[in-house]
T-cell receptor, first 113, second 111 residues
């Protein structure tokens, strides 16, 4: 069974631009969560989607948004990029909601110049 | 004070040694803990989870929770160079929808 895939793997943007990251969960998994990982803050929860609905949201500004499609694929968007948005963005999928059995993708490394 | 504290290391040990990785947590209400392993340029991979106090063993890995001191540990026996990775502890805390993470400890096993 294929794992969680994320595209692109690497991205370089400049301040003020916007970016869209994509996540394809494991087949049959309906929940997708997004995390930001930085050396200073570690892993921080962004949001969780289940059946195309945002179920939970972390403490990030409104510039960070997401959506989930009927096939469970999810996208995350960051608008008006700031230097501090440089991070590894990780997507995790699970069959249901909750954090008990999350499987992570390899992440998208975003660099903001 | 962070809710989950973990020494970022690096921790360097010779091959074959017993490795002890540790985290402390601040809230005695936390009951469920996980250990993840993250290789370079990869996402975290769930290694083990434990509930409440006690030990849980899986092959060369043992997870231990000491609720009285709010201390969780991961022991690796007969460590191998392939165990070199960053190990992260995590807990759902009081929720079930997001994980609270430790900073991760970088482990280096020297051949």
């Amino acid at each position: 069974k294929a794992g969680v895939t994320q595209t692109p793997r690497y991205l370089i943007k400049t301040r003020g631009q916007q970016v869209t990251l994509s996540c394809s969960p494991i087949s049959g998994h309906r929940s997708v969560s997004w995390y930001q990982q930085t050396p200073g803050q570690g892993l921080q929860f962004l949001f969780e989607y289940f059946s195309e609905t945002q179920r939970n949201k972390g403490n990030f500004p409104g510039r960070f948004s997401g959506r989930q499609f009927s096939n469970s694929r999810s996208e995350m968007n960051v608008s008006t990029l700031e230097l501090g948005d440089s991070a590894l963005y990780l997507c995790a999928s699970s069959i249901g909601t909750g954090v008990n059995e999350q499987f992570f993708g390899p992440g998208t490394r975003l660099t903001v110049l | 004070q962070k809710e989950v504290e973990q020494d970022p290391g690096p921790l360097s040990v010779p091959e074959g040694a017993i490795v002890s990785l540790n985290c402390t947590y601040s809230n005695s209400a936390f009951q469920y803990f996980m250990w993840y392993r993250q290789y370079s340029r990869k996402g975290p991979e769930l290694l083990m989870y434990t509930y409440s106090s006690g030990n849980k063993e899986d092959g060369r890995f043992t997870a231990q929770v000491d609720k009285s001191s709010k201390y969780i540990s991961l022991f690796i026996r007969d460590s191998q160079p392939s165990d070199s990775a960053t190990y992260l502890c995590a807990t759902p805390g009081s929720s079930n929808y997001q994980l609270i993470w430790g900073a991760g400890t970088k482990l280096i096993i020297k051949p």
